[in-house]
């Protein structure tokens, strides 16, 4: 199917999703900011949640991991990735009218003021906030300790090379919430999953940031593409091999069996094609191997969960 032309679209924004073709003029410009139109932002702030859950489910003896918590970190994730690419906006919408990807998002083009993006925030928020009170208060307290890391992270591309860090520490918070819901408390394995998962970030985002690089450099604004810069394949080569390495003491730690081990293996392969394939100068192959992430999401999540059916059978 054809979808028309919509003037009032981002030039990043997905144009055959079912926003650009059925949500109604007025809905639009909040689908957008919310990127409801590109799932792959909260499929990666989900993957971590699910690979904790699934994780604990093998630590526990569990022949499956606790669905529920599936489906509430699913919730979660959509309304609070949401929430914060809201926030993203309004902090960043001066920057955002200086780029040509990003200068017809809904507040730059003003299509939305910013108190009206300001109280979907907050309703986006209170969703969250209902998922998260689902959980024991052990859990609870741990995704409120994440909310300042959020509110930091869209000021970071002002102030460091590393904003990509920053966003590993809010994107993979997850990690740490899916074990902490199931037990009631933290150890060493989603620690490390937590730490594997901001190496991840650093090195599926400095390839994101390749898209931005010139107008980055013409604003001022600061990122690991624009540090890295030529060296950029082998240092997200270095970050997912210590992403990997991690991920397998966070499997240590908590038991794991050979489903786990041949599903962080795949997914070591994953991230092998990405980096080979990596283009510099190439920003349709650059979102392409962003995107693949969901796929290694996948991988490892599913090792996790034959795990646990393979263990609890033996």
Known sequence: ???????????????????A??????????????????????RLLLAPCWWSTALA???????????????LFLVGAISMRGAGCVWNDI?????DAKVERTRLRPIPSGQVTVAQAAVFMLALCLIGLLVLLQFNWFAVATGVASVAIVLVYPLMKRVTWWPQFVLGLAFNWGALMGWAATFGALDWAPVFL??????????????????DIADDELIGVHSTARLFGGRTREIVAGFY???????????WFAGAGWPAWLGLALGAGHLGWQVVTFRY?????????????????????LGLVADAAVTAMS
């Open 194 to 211: 937590y730490v594997g998962g901001i190496a991840w970030t650093i090195g599926y985002d400095t390839i994101y940031a390749h898209q």
């Open 241 to 251: 091999a210590v992403a990997t390495v991690l991920f397998g003491v966070a499997f």
């Open 57 to 71: 489910a093998v630590a526990a003896g569990a022949a499956y991991p606790n669905p529920w918590h599936l489906v």
């Open 21 to 42: 073709r059925l949500a109604p003029g007025w809905a639009k410009p909040y689908l957008r900011m919310a990127r409801i139109d590109r799932p792959i932002g909260w």
């Open 91 to 95: 902090v960043d919408r001066d920057i």
């Open 1 to 19: 199917m054809t979808v028309q032309s919509d003037p009032t679209a981002p030039l990043d924004a997905v144009r055959d999703h079912w926003v």
């Open 281 to 301: 100068d190439d920003p349709a192959r650059c979102l392409m191997l962003f995107r693949a992430n969901r796929g290694y999401g996948w991988i490892l999540f």
